[in-house]
C-alpha cells in the first residue's frame, strides 16, 4: 500500500510541476507573413533585461539595425502550442524574464521580441521556471504574438551575447 501510495504522489508531483508538457513547434508552409519593418522604419533599438528591466541601447546603433534586420528576412514562421500557464500563476517581485529587444518605429508602434518561452513548475529560483522553445522567437506587435523559427537571433537575446554591443541608458 505504502508503494502505492508513493507512485501515486510521485506521478501527481511530475503532473504538477508540468513535467512532460513540452511545447508543440510545427513549421507553417504557406503561413500568413508578417511584414517586417525595414531599416529605414526603424527609429531606435533597445533591449530590456535584468531584475530591474533596465534599458540598453546598442553603441552602434545603425549597425545593430541592419544585423537585426537580416536576420529577421532568414525567420520561418513556425506554429507553437505551449503548456497553459500554470495555475495560481506564477508571481516575481522583480523582472526575471529573459533579455526582451525593442523595436521602436518612426508610427510610434512597438515591437517585442524576445525567445519563446513558457513558465512552470514550483521552485525559489526563478530561472529554473522558465522553460526555452529552442532556436524561437516570440515576435509581438500590437496584441498580437508570433512565432518564427531564428536560431542565431535566438541565441543572440537568450545567451546575452548582446551585451557586448550595448551599454546602459
Same mark, same amino acid.
Given at each position: 500500500m505504502s508503494k502505492l501510495l508513493f507512485i501515486f504522489s510521485l506521478m501527481l508531483?511530475?503532473?504538477?510541476?508540468?513535467?512532460? +508538457?513540452? =511545447?508543440?513547434? #510545427?513549421?507553417? @508552409?504557406? &503561413? +500568413?507573413?508578417?511584414?517586417? %519593418?525595414?531599416?529605414?522604419?526603424?527609429?531606435?533599438?533597445?533591449? #530590456?533585461?535584468?531584475? &530591474? &528591466?533596465?534599458?540598453?541601447?546598442? @553603441?552602434? +546603433?545603425?549597425?545593430?539595425?541592419? $544585423?537585426?534586420?537580416?536576420?529577421?528576412? @532568414?525567420? +520561418? %514562421?513556425?506554429?507553437? $502550442?505551449? =503548456?497553459?500557464?500554470?495555475?495560481?500563476?506564477?508571481?516575481?517581485?522583480a523582472n526575471t524574464n529573459p533579455a526582451k529587444l525593442v523595436l521602436q518605429l518612426s508610427s510610434k508602434q512597438q515591437i517585442l521580441i524576445s525567445p519563446a518561452y513558457y513558465m512552470s513548475g514550483h521552485s525559489q529560483e526563478p530561472k529554473a521556471l522558465y522553460h526555452f522553445v529552442s532556436g524561437v522567437i516570440s515576435y509581438q506587435i500590437k496584441n498580437k504574438t508570433l512565432y518564427f523559427k531564428e536560431k542565431d537571433l535566438y541565441n543572440w537575446l537568450k545567451n546575452n551575447q548582446w551585451k557586448d554591443e550595448f551599454s546602459t541608458n
Open positions: 508531483s511530475l503532473l504538477l510541476t508540468g513535467y512532460g +508538457q513540452l =511545447p508543440h513547434v #510545427v513549421a507553417k @508552409k504557406g &503561413a +500568413q507573413w508578417v511584414p517586417f %519593418p525595414k531599416t529605414k522604419d526603424i527609429q531606435h533599438v533597445y533591449v #530590456v533585461y535584468g531584475l &530591474a &528591466a533596465r534599458s540598453y541601447s546598442p @553603441k552602434k +546603433q545603425s549597425k545593430t539595425i541592419a $544585423q537585426i534586420e537580416n536576420w529577421l528576412t @532568414k525567420t +520561418q %514562421p513556425v506554429s507553437i $502550442q505551449l =503548456p497553459p500557464p500554470p495555475n495560481p500563476p506564477i508571481i516575481t517581485n
